[in-house]
């Protein structure tokens, strides 16, 4: 792929955690997810992952697992955003009755669309945390990246 001109691939791992995996129905487990992006940059192209957070059953400990999982792999680019229920998908049906108004689209980036047990500053804090990791990580300061995931890890576990 690279020799065609492939640069860069773009992976929707949406989570770290095996358990939200399976509630999200991706047919992927987190070790196929790492093995797709460490074959991806061995060949000689970068990497991209887009994950979410707050989605249904996801816990606290999950959470924290899939930021420091997501700031672990070898990516060139990193997004986080909060689980938003898109219209015509089965998120958007399951999470129907504890619906909040707004639309994703006519909103500001990263707003909590429904009612779950996180408050939309924790799962902005997880992103942030997994912002910060994964740019310590590219700026091989894997040392100051490891310090700030043990030391903000029980922060998340303290806010609601």
Known sequence: MRRAGCKRI?????????NVLKEMKKG??????????EACVAAGIKAAGFFMVGYLGETTDSLIRSINFSSSLPLDYVSYTIAYPLPGTGFYDRVHE???KGEWHKVRHNRLLFNTDFSENKL????????????????????AARVFELATNPLLRVLR
């Open 10 to 18: 773009f992976f929707g791992i949406e989570s770290g955690d095996a």
């Open 28 to 37: 992927i487990t987190p070790d196929q997810a790492r093995a797709a992006v």
């Open 98 to 100: 504890r619906r909040q």
């Open 124 to 143: 902005r804090a997880a992103i942030l945390k997994g912002a910060i990791q994964h740019r310590l990580n590219k700026l091989h300061l894997r040392p």
